[in-house]
């Protein structure tokens, strides 16, 4: 059996889990809180939580509602009234403490032969399971952190005017020698994308298994609603130096384009000055909530993510799902899904390969058909994650 845990409740993670539980390998799925729908209804009732319970509605998973669970909730309760009186990023290591005594304890049960957790969250637990002889199953939802490091650097300096003075360099609450450690105990590692899989192998000599995350095609599949003539490209993330919008903004700026928009859709973590300075043709909607980005996709023509640094970007499939085509950077996983008319690649920080996808995209602007877009990821879908991630496990493990 296997012990899984996650110190949130995402959409990658619910499907791990509910990829063991579906076939009778899932000892326990260890999460802080997969909050019940009364609870939800109660957060939505209590004056001032009305955006908290939105956000807590995205940990809910109903497949999962009957599988075992391991949960932390009166912590997670009491991490909620903080973070609404101010409290910061260290909540979120708080539960990625949680989440390793938890599956530290829970994997001395005889019935657990194996753990699978995450990046910043999985040495006690591996440490436990090296002593016990059980297998240690490592998930990278992103590139390895010593590779962003160093590419970091590099952007930050070349785009030091983007940023505010305290964010030059990010701050990360997880020591590295942690993540070292985490890394050399794994017996294997899961990774998203080939990108993500090429970061670790330049640090590490380990068993790296490629596993594509999902996504459903024809959800909210629609047209271009045709209310804006001009060609319409979206950016769907946060704005900030390690997803490329400095870069993207300074080449929409030299294309000088009269006939095309550029939407910015997310938060923005630049300088806010530079809100008051956009280049032509751009325009900030700010951060959208689901419904809402289901609604830019069917207004917009193309979505753009020139990111330097992701695991699989699921705006990517989320868009090619809704029947949007994209452009992409080869750092946001869009390499895995096979050659296509509706994704077109280049390398990141390259302003000219940009310039060639962006033309390229505008000359056929409403040409394609949504089902063009959504049948790139038919071969993607949350199923197919779950199949094959099972079938490697259980490949690289007999006992289980």
Known sequence: MILFGHPTGNPNSHHAALAYWEVGKLEAFCVPWLPEKWELGLLKAIPGLGKEAERLSRRRFE??????????????????????????????YEAN???????TKEASHRSVKAVHSYEDCSLWQFQAAKKMGKACIYDMPIGYYGWWKKKEAELAKKYRDWLMPENVSSSHGVPPEQKKKEMEMADVVLA??????????????????????????????GTPSGLHERCQFLFAGTASVRKGVPFLLET???????????????????????????????????????KEMRQMFQESD?????????????????????????????????????PSSCVILF????????????????????????????DVVSGHSWGKYRQDLVQTVLQKFANL
């Not at 991490?79 to 260290?90: A, Y």
């Not at 923005?268 to 689901?290: K, T």
């Not at 390398?347 to 063009?372: G, H, M, S, W, Y």
């Open 63 to 92: 497949p999962l509602a009957a599988a075992p669970k391991v949960q932390g909730r009166p912590g997670e309760w009491g991490r909620l009234v903080r973070r609404k009186m101010g409290g910061g990023e260290e909540l979120s």
């Open 97 to 103: 403490d949680w989440l390793m005594r938890t599956m």
């Open 347 to 374: 390398e990141p920080e390259n302003r000219d390969q940009l310039i060639a996808a962006l033309v390229q995209a505008k000359e056929t602007c409403r040409r394609f058909r949504p089902q063009e877009a959504s």
């Open 252 to 290: 929409w700026a030299k294309l000088g384009w009269k006939d095309a928009e550029l939407v910015l859709a997310g938060s923005w973590q630049l300088h806010p000055s530079l809100l008051r300075r956009l280049p032509s043709g751009v325009r900030y909607v700010g951060l959208l909530n689901p």
């Open 302 to 338: 193309w979505l753009v993510h020139p990111s330097n640094f992701e695991g699989f970007s699921l705006s990517i499939l989320e868009a090619l799902g809704a029947g949007l085509p994209v452009v992409a950077s080869t750092a946001t996983g869009a390499s895995d899904l096979g």
């Open 192 to 221: 998203p994308s080939t990108f993500v899989a090429q970061t670790i192998r330049e640090y590490f000599d380990k068993d790296v298994q490629i596993l594509p995350y999902g996504a459903e095609p024809n959800v909210g599949l």
